[in-house]
């Protein structure tokens, strides 16, 4: 059961980070905040702010790959408190499956564009735009 909650608590920062950037946000912030306001109230407005904030970082482009995993992380940290309780992380489950489903296509605000150019006259020339591993045998 624990490793069971423990994946849950994955899937749930992973999920909410998704969804802060996706058209479901404003569900996805409203079943967030449910669960802050049945179990620590007090919190509502600092929670609420982190969702904005997460939700900026997100579509402002500044979310590489990196970026998103240290959101996630922080939102499982954020949740894993209040998931702890069997029914709570039952209630979010299904909160957070109702909005997935409500927006099936879970379209992805517009993603800033990148133009790489590269010109080489000699020797060797790599260019990614994201990973790139390279093996240099001799």
């Known amino acids: 059961m624990e490793d069971d909650l423990s994946i849950f608590i994955q899937t749930a920062g ?3 980070v998704a969804l802060m950037a996706s058209t479901a946000f404003s569900s996805a912030k409203n079943a967030v905040l449910g669960l802050w306001a049945r179990l620590r109230p007090g919190e509502m407005a600092t929670i609420a702010a982190d969702l904005e904030a997460t939700r900026a970082t997100l579509i402002q482009g500044a979310a590489d790959a990196l ?17 702890s309780v069997e029914s709570d992380a039952a209630a979010l489950r299904r909160a957070l499956a109702a909005v997935s489903t409500d927006d099936p296509v879970q379209e992805r605000l517009p993603a800033k564009s990148i133009r ?3 010109k080489a006259n000699h020797g060797t020339n790599f260019q990614a735009g994201r990973d790139q591993y390279n093996v240099v045998g001799h």
């Open 14 to 16: 992973t999920t909410v």
């Open 67 to 83: 970026t998103v995993q240290n959101l996630a992380y922080a939102w499982q940290q954020r949740l894993a408190p209040l998931l």
């Open 116 to 118: 790489m150019t590269a």
